[in-house]
Structure formats: C-alpha cells, structure tokens
C-alpha cells in the first residue's frame, strides 16, 4: 500500500494535479489506462471558451509520470493560446500516451485509445504529435470521428507537419526581417534542433534558400538521411547553443530555453516548431529580450499544422491553408513590432492577442 511508504499527511502536500505547477484552469483531465494492450494516457482539456479542443497525441517514454502529466498540462494549454492567436474556432486540447513509440505503438493500442477519445463525444479533437504518423490517426478513425491529421487516401488533409515547417519559416523569415532588416535567409546560419517531421521539412524549406543549415538530432540515423539529402552540416559539438550562429531553430521537444541554456545563447534569432520552448515563459521571455535575442512566439509560428487540421473539420482547401500559413509571417512581424512599442516580450504580446480574443467571445456568449 502506498500508506505504507508515505503517510497521508506527507500524500497530502504533493496536490498532484490542481497543483501542478503547469496546472492553469483546465477543464478536464482524462486518465486512460488499458490493462490488455498496455495503454496509459492523459488526455487534457485545457479551455473550450472558442471550440472543441483540438490538439495532437504525443507518445514519449517519459522517465516519471509526473513528467507526462507535466507536458500534457503545458501542451493543452499551448493549444488554446495557438488556436486563438491564428483565429480558429477551437479550443485548446492536447493528449499524451506513455511509451516507447518505436516498441510499444500497436494497432490495438491506438485503437484503444480512440475508444477513450471518443467517450469524450467531441469535446476533445486528436492529431499527429511527437511520435505519431498518419497511419496512426487512420487507425484511431476507425473507432471515431473524433480525429484529424488522417491520411489523404482516407479522406484526410494528410501529414500536417510538412505545413507547420512551411509555418515556421515563414515565422522565421518574419523574425530574420525584424532582427536583420531582410528576410531572405540565403546565408544565414541556422541551427536546427530535431529533425524529425517538422525539423526535416524545415531544412527543406532553409535548403531551398541557400541557407547555411547545421542539424542535431539523438537519431543518427536521421541525421545521416537528412544530412546527406539536403547537404546540411551535422553538428557533432556538445554545447550546440553556445554556438555562433544567426538562428536557432528548436524542433524537438519544449523547454530547450531554460536556465541552464538562457546565458549560452550565441543566436540573435530564435524560431522554431517545437512548443513550449521557454521553460518558463515570463523569466526566460524576459531574460532573451534583455539580451536583445528576438524570439518568434512558438504557438505562433508553429500554427501550420492545425491550420492544416482544421480544414478537415471546415472544409477548406490547400489554397486557404497556405493563404492562413503564409499570413504567420504578418502576424509574427506585427507580434514582435507591438512587443517593442509597448515595452514587454513577444510571448506577452502574442499571448495578450489571443487571451483578447478568447475573452471577447467568452463575453458573448
Ligand atoms: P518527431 O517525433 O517527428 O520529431 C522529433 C525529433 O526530435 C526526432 O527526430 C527526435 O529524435 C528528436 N529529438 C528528441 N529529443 C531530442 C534532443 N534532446 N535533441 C535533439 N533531437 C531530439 O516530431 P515532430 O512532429 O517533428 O514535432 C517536433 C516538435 O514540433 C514537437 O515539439 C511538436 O510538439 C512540435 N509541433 C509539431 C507539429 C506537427 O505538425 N507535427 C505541429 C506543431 C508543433
């Protein structure tokens, strides 16, 4: 018995979920667990003021469990503050599943965990996340409606992360024009961090340009392929943001800009796909503003991918979709512009914008 480790007065000071420190108001948390195929998931709902909330599955073997329910909490709430900012009608949702994607990821896995998306009867949307594919999300079609991100063949607007890394250059290139007074990045050292499905389409994009593009990855596998298609440099040092360079582009996981990190940066530019990249968004926003790096509000610039979900749920084409994508760069320039005019960080300036418009319907309704 847990008792017997632990007393119930020592049990009583961990508040483990209403205080969490990434607890911020959400509305629900789902705890999913299936014995059979070996499921354990959270799904969370951050807030539903603007639509159902929709947000990708992500399946990592996250050391603790506190961990999960650490980045399930921050990445639903990312969600809300994104699909605002770029005006979806949506709210902000995001699911986590605990394990080995590579070993652990079965079809009746994901099959079970439709069945749990879909007790939630559309108040929770899923999608491709860190770990998933688009054959994933057609598994989870079986079972419900309650899914995006599917493939083509089956109805889908397909793999959205080829349109978060189209998203994220267009980001970056806002921020290039903020930083350098040009957005062409021909030239420009960029570090990319991650190259997976959004962190290779980004090279893509950079390779396209003439940038001079550096890639890390724990995968080397990954790094071989997309080192040897795009005729990017493979960064082989151990102290990747200390580096010299004009930009840095995370595209792994969050909270990359930390405290151990924050007083490396060599960058001048900071934009990239990953969410959640400030460890903490009011100290490190503000410590990346003092010294003068500009930073391209993640859940801004990394929007592609639901603007290319939703458009299964609205039923626009490939046309709007770009048309939504290639706006991030207006919007990113105006973010980081009003940031300066009125003395505070881009991630508050981004943040005010779609906290505005979540509470101007809220009032509405
Ligand atoms: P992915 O799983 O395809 O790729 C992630 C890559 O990061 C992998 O190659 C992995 O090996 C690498 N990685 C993990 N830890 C690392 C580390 N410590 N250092 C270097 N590399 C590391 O995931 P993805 O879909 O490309 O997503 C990447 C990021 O973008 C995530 O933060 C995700 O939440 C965010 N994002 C993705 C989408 C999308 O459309 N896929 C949309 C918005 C945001």
């Not at 998203?167 to 040009?182: E, L, N, Q, T």
Request: hydrophobic share 40%; net charge negative; glycine share 10%.
């Amino acid at each position: 018995m847990v008792t017997d480790l632990i007393s119930t007065s020592d049990l009583s000071k961990v508040d483990p979920v209403f205080g969490q420190l990434s607890f911020d108001n959400h509305e629900q948390l789902v705890f999913c667990n299936d014995k059979d195929t070996g499921l354990r998931a959270i799904i969370g709902i951050h807030n539903t003021t603007l639509g159902p909330a929709l947000g990708g599955t992500r399946m990592w073997n996250y050391e603790t469990e506190w961990d999960a329910l650490n980045d399930v909490l921050r990445l639903s709430r990312g969600m809300t503050f994104k699909a605002a900012i770029t005006g979806l009608n949506l709210g902000g949702g995001k699911a986590v599943i605990i394990g080995d994607a590579k070993t652990q990821k079965t079809p009746e896995l994901m099959k079970r965990f439709g069945e749990f998306v879909h007790s939630l009867s559309g108040r929770y949307i899923t999608a491709e996340d860190v770990g998933m594919e688009t054959k994933d999300m057609d598994l989870v079609r079986e079972v419900t409606p309650y899914v995006t991100g599917i493939s083509e063949e089956k109805g889908g607007a397909g793999n959205p992360s080829p349109i978060t890394a189209y998203g994220v250059f267009m980001g970056m290139k806002a921020a290039a024009k903020y930083a350098f007074g040009s957005e062409i990045l021909e030239d420009r050292t960029v570090y990319v961090e991650g190259i997976g499905n959004v962190g290779e389409a980004l090279v893509e994009n950079l390779s396209n340009e003439g940038a001079k593009i550096f890639i890390s990855d724990i995968n080397q596998e990954r790094l071989d392929y997309v080192s040897k298609k795009y005729n990017a440099s493979i960064y082989t040092g151990n102290d990747l943001y200390s580096e010299e360079m004009d930009i840095y582009a995370p595209c792994a996981l969050g909270a990359t800009i930390n405290d151990r990190t924050i007083h490396q940066f060599k960058a001048k530019v900071i934009a990239g796909g990953a969410n959640n990249q400030l460890a903490d968004e009011h100290k490190h926003g503000l410590l990346l503003r003092d010294r003068g790096i500009v930073y391209a509000p993640d859940f801004l610039i990394n929007a592609g991918g639901i603007i290319n979900v939703y458009a299964e749920l609205e039923n626009y084409g490939r046309h709007e979709i770009i048309r939504k994508t290639e706006n991030i760069f207006n919007t990113t320039l105006e973010i980081l512009q009003n940031a300066e005019t009125n003395d505070i960080t881009a991630h508050q300036a981004a943040f005010d914008v779609a906290q505005a418009r979540i509470d101007a319907r809220k009032k509405e309704n």
